[in-house]
């Protein structure tokens, strides 16, 4: 099976900042990737598919880069509803994996 | 607008069997493959299974394979996970997850999951 490595497990940052979470698969994925957002006691949702395209409805401060084996996804001004957790999936292949999850918190 | 009600879930002894099942409205279900997704307490995503929008074709992950069971009935627009030989590590919220593209034939996945129930809790203990 594929594995996807996200780094940082988790972060600090304050409203304004600009944030980068990195997610790294095990092989060459193509753009194959999606990102997801998590809050606690809810349900992920959709944010980037296809490694760059904005879900609709997702406000354009997220952005999402990279092809190959090496993926970005970055808020460019962190608001206070964008404190969650966040997961890289591969959609390349079955098994399909996550990553471990990236934890935004309030500095 | 798209809606995914999971049920089924309860507290079950190791080595006993759950069914879930999945409720869904608001789209054509039978045109969508459709997945299960689980999140042990206090962990990260972990993606279980996936049937074809026909009901052909299954994949499952490497820690439920000949234990879990994914099926759809495409007449009623509802999604079942029998889970057979449950184990301690097989506690979690389990969700319901459409995939992105409509009528999608693998063998590789399609471009994400769109729309996630809110889950039911399945507990494994004695």
């Known amino acids: 099976a594929i594995q996807m490595t996200q780094s940082p497990s988790s972060l600090s940052a304050s409203v304004g900042d600009r944030v980068t979470i990195t997610c790294r698969a095990s092989?060459?994925?193509?753009?194959?990737l999606s990102w997801y957002q998590q809050k606690p006691g809810k349900a992920p949702r959709v944010l980037i598919y296809?490694?760059?395209s904005l879900q609709n409805g997702v406000p354009l401060r997220f952005s999402g880069s990279g092809s190959g084996s090496d993926f970005t996804l970055s808020i460019s001004s962190l608001q206070p509803e964008d404190f969650a957790t966040y997961y890289c999936?591969?959609?390349?292949?079955?098994?399909?994996?996550f990553g471990q999850g990236t934890k935004v918190e309030i500095k | 607008q798209v809606q995914l009600v999971e049920s089924g879930g309860g507290v079950v002894q190791p080595g006993g069997s759950l069914r879930l099942s999945c409720a869904a409205s608001?789209?054509?279900?039978?045109?969508?493959?459709m997945n299960w997704v689980r999140q042990a307490p206090g962990k990260g995503l972990e993606w279980v299974s996936f049937?074809?929008?026909?009901?052909?074709?299954?994949y499952y992950g490497a820690s439920v394979k000949g234990r879990f069971t994914i099926s759809r009935d495409n007449s009623k627009n509802t999604l079942y996970l029998q889970m057979n030989s449950l184990r301690t590590e097989d506690a979690a919220v389990y969700f319901c997850?459409?995939?992105?593209?409509?009528?999608?034939?693998?063998?590789?996945?399609?471009?994400?999951?769109?729309?996630w129930g809110q889950g039911t809790l399945v507990t494994v203990s004695s």
């Open positions: 997850v459409k995939d992105w593209d409509d009528f999608w034939r693998g063998p590789a996945p399609s471009n994400g999951l769109d729309y």
């Open positions: 608001g789209f054509t279900f039978s045109n969508y493959g």
């Open positions: 049937i074809q929008f026909d009901g052909t074709t299954e």
């Open positions: 092989q060459d994925i193509r753009n194959d």
């Open positions: 296809a490694a760059s």
């Open positions: 999936l591969q959609d390349f292949s079955y098994p399909r994996t």
